[in-house]
């Protein structure tokens, strides 16, 4: 209770004591007008509480990546929230505080108040707020608190109301307008392929329901003691398999090893759709998410993440082969990196690395390749700070027929 309160009853309380002593009217006139006045606030913003109903909407977004395409609600982008309060009964509603959390904005600035004079009977009426999404994830609004003073403001009352909204902000994605997947990138290891049924042979992986039997590798099934199917490039040369560690998770709040991998992963994401190309995010494949993952899916799955997660490249290193191209992404912070990428580059007729670095304070000085580079590697760096600048450099690497790739210098 208000200390306001407290001394409004103490002063009706006083008063009638004195009127008891002194027996003078004017006092026992002035405790009960005290009291009356008390008693008056209090029923007031009790029934100012009374039949009302909350609901939340979203109005917007306007779009911080206009050219990603994204469906949804993305990081960065700009919305209104709107809340629209209802009074069910037939009694007017007067000055009412409304106090709204908004787990969408930036830590430090969830906080909005709103204050409505007036609400008449079996009316309406709505209150919005811009709101710029700060991080990806799904998020929950919790209820809405309303506090009543009546017309003196002299007591106040405090009620929440529930007024469900769930939103899922999928990871910013950045448009890309090239990555390196086609054209000579190919003929630089084609040539040395077997071809069968006027497609390049290119690998081998688990057997699904479906294959034919006609492309059972067998030497491979009886290695890995499962049965195994050929893979071709014509099954492969427009898909791309994207990999990375969630695990580990180095720097604070947005500027993270986890954040940047999932945002580039869903910048390449994003550009394989709208090529209608397949995409898939290993080691999900078999576990988190099943094969050929619609490109939906994938970034409600990112946005979900959350570090500690089984998505991880142990998984994807005990694969015999992975017949796409393999975007991994890959911290330097982590002392197994260079074996990573060693061990990567022989299961796949192409990797891309996207090599992670500034979020810790030690890291190893040979960066992510160690020795010379694999042949059929592209090592990109990414610096804390510099996200764009790496996927700017992700649309330009090209490789030349016949040319070894070299890792760019980090620092």
């Known amino acids: 209770?208000?200390?306001?309160?407290?001394?409004?009853?103490?002063?009706?309380?006083?008063?009638?004591?004195?009127?008891?002593?002194?027996?003078?009217?004017?006092l026992y006139l002035f405790a009960g007008f005290t009291w009356g006045v008390g008693l008056i606030s209090v029923l007031?913003?009790?029934?100012?509480?009374?039949?009302?109903?909350?609901?939340?909407?979203?109005?917007?977004?306007?779009?911080?990546?206009p050219g990603a395409d994204a469906a949804g609600i993305s990081e960065d982008d700009e919305l209104q929230i709107g809340i629209t309060i209802h009074n069910r009964g037939f009694i007017p509603k007067y000055y009412l505080r409304i106090t709204e959390f908004c787990p969408l904005e930036e830590p430090g600035k969830e906080a909005?108040?709103?204050?409505?004079?007036?609400?008449?009977?079996?009316?309406?009426?709505?209150?919005?707020y811009p709101v710029k999404c700060y991080r990806r994830g799904e998020f929950t609004f919790g209820p809405v608190n309303v506090e009543s003073s009546g017309p003196f403001g002299l007591f106040?009352?405090?009620?929440?109301?529930?007024?469900?909204?769930?939103?899922?902000?999928?990871?910013?994605?950045?448009?890309?307008?090239?990555?390196?997947?086609?054209?000579?990138?190919?003929?630089?290891?084609?040539?040395?392929?077997?071809?069968?049924?006027?497609?390049?042979?290119?690998g081998s992986r688990e057997y699904q329901p479906g294959d034919s039997l006609r492309h059972i590798h067998w030497r491979n099934s009886a290695r890995w003691n499962k049965l195994m199917v050929k893979e071709f490039e014509g099954s492969s040369r427009n898909s791309l398999a994207i990999t990375f560690d969630a695990r580990g998770n180095l720097g604070q709040g947005k500027e993270t090893t986890?954040?940047?991998?999932?945002?580039?992963?869903?910048?390449?994401?994003?550009?394989c759709s709208r090529r209608g190309m397949r995409v898939r995010l290993l080691p999900a494949q078999?576990?988190?998410?099943?094969?050929?993952?619609?490109?939906?899916?994938?970034?409600?799955?990112?946005?979900?993440?959350?570090?500690?997660?089984?998505t991880n490249l142990d998984h994807l290193l005990e694969q015999p082969r992975v017949p796409d191209p393999i975007l991994a992404i890959v911290s330097l912070a982590d002392p197994r990196g260079p074996d990573i990428v060693q061990e990567?580059?022989?299961?796949?007729?192409?990797?891309?690395v996207v090599a992670l670095t500034g979020f810790a304070e030690r890291e190893p000085s040979e960066g992510v390749s160690g020795n010379p580079s694999p042949r059929n590697t592209i090592i990109i760096p990414c610096r804390r700070g510099e996200l764009q600048a790496a996927l700017s450099a992700l649309e330009t690497a090209h490789r030349k027929p016949g040319r070894r790739i070299q890792e760019t210098p980090i620092g």
């Open 258 to 271: 986890l954040e940047y991998a999932i945002k580039i992963a869903a910048s390449a994401a994003r550009y």
């Open 344 to 352: 990567l580059s022989t299961k796949t007729r192409l990797l891309i």
């Open 1 to 26: 209770m208000a200390i306001r309160s407290l001394t409004i009853l103490l002063i009706g309380a006083v008063c009638y004591v004195l009127a008891m002593a002194t027996q003078n009217g004017w």
């Open 286 to 310: 078999g576990s988190l998410l099943p094969a050929d993952t619609s490109t939906t899916l994938i970034m409600e799955f990112l946005a979900r993440l959350e570090p500690g997660d089984s």
């Open 156 to 202: 106040k009352l405090n009620r929440e109301f529930v007024a469900p909204l769930s939103v899922l902000v999928f990871p910013a994605s950045h448009p890309l307008g090239q990555l390196p997947l086609s054209g000579n990138i190919w003929s630089d290891v084609g040539g040395r392929l077997k071809v069968r049924a006027g497609s390049l042979f290119c």
């Open 112 to 128: 909005r108040a709103f204050f409505l004079t007036s609400l008449g009977p079996r009316a309406s009426v709505r209150v919005t």
């Open 44 to 65: 007031m913003a009790w029934s100012n509480l009374r039949n009302l109903e909350f609901t939340r909407t979203i109005i917007g977004p306007t779009r911080a990546q």
